[in-house]
């Protein structure tokens, strides 16, 4: 079963509803990997053998029965700990919520039960989706962190402990560990996929986004996902049903690029620096360097405001009752949150659409904007799970934006090249990552 | 003409689409009006009668050219003066303003015009769609206040200065005016018109509205103003090209309303509580009588959190340079609005979410909500425009609301009641609306 893990998920699935492979088979090899890594990489805070198996049972006894199979049946999928589940705890990595689950799913669980996935277990997060560091180890230097708050769900991905996993991102959460785990991530444009049921950190800027090995595994794992759902306001109709095959599909024109260096490019790593002018140079037909627009520099600011004061509303019965037990990141930042004034938070809410309303406009000339996803490969130690300085501008557009992992920097760590595009146009950017991904590889062979 | 005052609108562009009618004819019919009543009225803030005939003009060789018309062609229509205008000045009801044009259309401004309509003048409106009151009166009762702030807008209609009028509503600004001056007002669900290039008081609160004499009418001018627009984000894509055909067509079930007294019932004046409870006995068979959801009681809290706050974003050049110039009511609310934090904006937004999802239960059972639409009948005195006590929930959840004109109050002065309905459900609302405006109109023959 070694070959599993660089087999396109889709085709996994088909193997599995032709009857080639069972999920038992499968679920068996991931355990195995799970086995042999996670004492070093500790990216699950659930995960139960006994259960997924006996799941993963099931599934096959469901196929074998002649019943109707969905695009993921059998196929065994890691959720974050902020997703709720019923039937596993949700504690969203704190030791205030230890041991608590939710009295039903969240909406995406039963999204992808509906479409036949086998929840694997939960990953390790960052204390409630924001800055304080889980115990997970990047697994491809243990000394080093896996970036956050989306840590184990990365993680598990990277190390083959599960073919696909769910994250979510306020600010770098999805972009920047996958980067720095050297995966595939993938946040949709807002309001694609529900948060009914997660965690809220942020109605404004929370995203739920997905990690697989390529753009072809998220695109199938994220169009299960697209929903409107009543329960969440901010869920839009979308007609994601083609997604995986307009991701397949070469496009029809010579994509073209911006390359947006930002303000934050001097903070990136000399060897993550030359991997990246390397790769705006094999694509110098293509990418067109520019400054980032002057808009840019007012965003950071006003997601700060927005972040922190929706912390400080959704966090404040824990930040009254029981503060010591927050993290001293949280702590600042609610009591931060606590200060600002309404006027100064609806000049920032105002500010998603006056900004947004500027970027689009690239998107007359060009089919994508290039970026880093981090001040380069993941940072030493698990202090700190590095900085979102190049994610969130696109979070807080609420624009589509994914990793790609096809540079490498220092100690040949991974290295992510991010890929943003047009809200709502996340078809066609799927295709244009695509293509960004095949190229790739075909220079480097 | 005299009988040109009781056709349907639909009727009056039937006749000139087939040549039965000029524009030219009734604009005049309106101007004959206006040169009487106007003296007293004082609805008018730009009014050219020489431009008017002109486009009427205009739009009769158009017609008799053969070249295509829209569903209002060669119908006049009056627009509140915060509807930018580039051939009419847009002074928003401020001395602030005086005599500024806009650089272009409104968006609702070009889609009355591909429709066909013709813009007939600007309407009076409270100082920038606030409290402060405009000169107009009540042309049921000159020493009383037509309602604000979409003041004019309801007086042109009730004095048949014009047949269609646009108004705007924030708070009550077009329920409650509609109520005092005897004419349909309907504020359709949030997001249905763009406010793309109209006075922004609030973004999360405005909304654009109509005045006409039937619920037939107000149908007609609605749906062609319903469009997705990229440059209001808050506008959604809405199939609203039946609105008339759902309108005039009889519900398919006997309608089911909840009577809400509101805790504001006790302000209502006897005989205006009187018609209430004979129209409720009257409608015994469809009628229950509930008490409000303790939810409700929050609301006007939060919806006076959001507007302050977005008062003083959004008028903060004024009140800067011009304090002085702006009405006391103007700059306490912005005093107010100075001094929210941001957690307190958040949570009132937040509100708005959480207290749809109750009150959209109610239509699992129910078909409308029914209400006064005021405190009774309107106020002595032009001081103020009138409390808008009954209005601020359904502004705040951003439901479609409409006041029909089918009581009277003490005096026999209009009294208008008011329906509402469930968000995006505008089509069947208006029908039930229709439903009520006739049953009612039955009884009382």
Redesign the interface.
């Known amino acids: 079963m070694s070959d599993l893990f660089s087999l396109p998920v889709q085709k996994i699935a088909e193997n599995i509803k032709d009857g080639k492979l069972t999920s038992v088979d499968i679920c068996r090899s991931y355990i195995e990997r799970i086995n042999k890594f996670e004492k070093d990489v500790k990216a699950w805070v659930h995960f139960d053998e006994k259960l997924l198996l006996e799941k993963a049972s099931e599934s096959d006894n469901h196929r074998r029965s002649g019943k109707t199979t969905g695009p993921l049946h059998g196929v065994p999928v890691a959720l974050k700990d902020i997703i709720g589940t019923y039937d596993m705890p949700t504690e969203c990595g704190t030791v205030l919520r230890k041991g608590k689950t939710q009295s039903q799913n969240a909406e995406i669980v039963d999204l992808l039960k509906s479409a036949g996935a086998i929840i694997m277990g939960k990953t390790a997060t960052s204390e409630l989706a924001y800055l304080g560091p889980p115990k997970t180890r990047n697994p491809h230097d243990y000394t080093r962190t896996p970036g956050g708050s989306s840590s184990g769900s990365a993680a598990v991905v990277a190390a083959h402990m599960a073919p696909l996993a769910i994250g979510s991102q306020t600010g770098g959460s999805i972009i920047r560990p996958a980067s720095y785990c050297g995966v595939v991530g993938y946040k949709p444009s807002y309001g694609l996929i529900s948060r009914n049921g997660v965690l809220r950190t942020s109605?404004n800027l929370d995203h739920i986004g997905v990690f697989g090995k390529t753009v072809e595994d998220v695109a199938l794992l994220a169009k299960v996902l697209i929903k409107k759902d009543k329960?969440d306001?901010a869920t839009v109709?979308y007609s994601a049903d083609n997604m995986l095959e307009a991701c397949k599909k070469e496009p029809l024109f010579d994509p073209r690029f911006i390359f947006y260096k930002t303000d934050s490019w001097k903070k990136v790593d000399k060897k993550s620096r030359e991997a990246f002018e390397y790769f705006i140079k094999s694509f110098k037909k293509n990418i067109e360097i520019f400054d980032v627009p002057s808009y840019f520099k007012n965003i950071n600011k006003y997601h700060q405001?927005i972040h922190e004061?929706?912390l400080?509303?959704n966090f404040?019965e824990y930040y009254k009752k029981a503060k010591k037990k927050l993290s001293k990141e949280m702590q600042s930042a609610i009591s931060r949150?606590?200060?600002?004034?309404?006027?100064?938070?609806?000049?920032a809410?105002?500010f998603i659409?006056r900004s947004?309303?500027s970027y689009n406009e690239v998107f007359e000339d060009y089919h994508g904007v290039l970026s880093p996803c981090s001040t380069g490969v993941a940072d030493k130690g698990l202090k700190s799970t590095g900085s979102a300085d190049f994610n969130k501008f696109w979070s807080f557009m609420g624009v589509p934006a994914i990793s790609l992992p096809l540079l490498q920097g220092e100690n040949n760590l991974p290295l992510g090249i991010q890929l943003v595009g047009d809200k709502y146009d996340d078809l066609r950017f799927l295709g244009v990552a695509r293509w960004l991904e095949k190229r790739s590889k075909e220079f480097n062979e």
């Open positions: 109605y329960y306001p109709y405001i004061t929706d400080a509303n404040q949150g606590l200060k600002y004034s309404s006027k100064e938070y609806a000049e809410l105002d659409k947004y309303e």
